[in-house]
């Protein structure tokens, strides 16, 4: 599968977006998909997961409450919405596939999307 993110931009906090994620190929249904973001000079982290089919979720604590994570198999699209944007949560945000579950380590993935920017100021 090979992933494309979008819908990044710059907004101001307390604002919302919504990135999606499309999977091209036929079997998008079979992932698990997770939303990861990697800061400036940080490392990539976790942010958000979901199961093949949509119907478990979890999130970093840092975002529960805010974002929400969702999946279109019909569309073989993977969303995240967020809310209350916060400073915090500028950052290149990336999609990533897995047949196992949980997603959850970076360095155990090998599917990504090339990355959209999330940039909120204050």
């Known amino acids: 599968v090979q992933l494309q993110a979008s819908g990044g931009g710059l907004v101001q906090a307390g604002d919302s977006l919504r990135l999606s994620c499309a999977a091209s190929?036929?079997?998008?249904?079979?992932?698990?998909m997770g939303w990861f973001r990697q800061a400036p000079g940080k490392e990539r982290v976790f942010v958000a997961g979901?199961?093949?089919?949509?119907?478990?979720?979890y999130y970093a604590d840092s975002v529960k409450g805010r974002f929400t994570i969702s999946r279109d198999n019909a569309k073989n699209t993977v969303y995240l919405q967020m809310n209350s944007l916060k400073p915090e949560d500028t950052a290149v945000y990336y999609c990533?596939?897995?047949?196992?579950?949980?997603?959850?380590?970076?360095?155990?993935?090998?599917?990504w999307g090339q990355g959209t920017q999330v940039t909120v100021s204050s």
């Open positions: 990533a596939a897995d047949s196992r579950y949980p997603l959850s380590r970076p360095a155990s993935l090998n599917v």
């Open positions: 190929g036929r079997t998008f249904r079979s992932y698990h």
């Open positions: 979901t199961n093949w089919s949509g119907q478990l979720t």
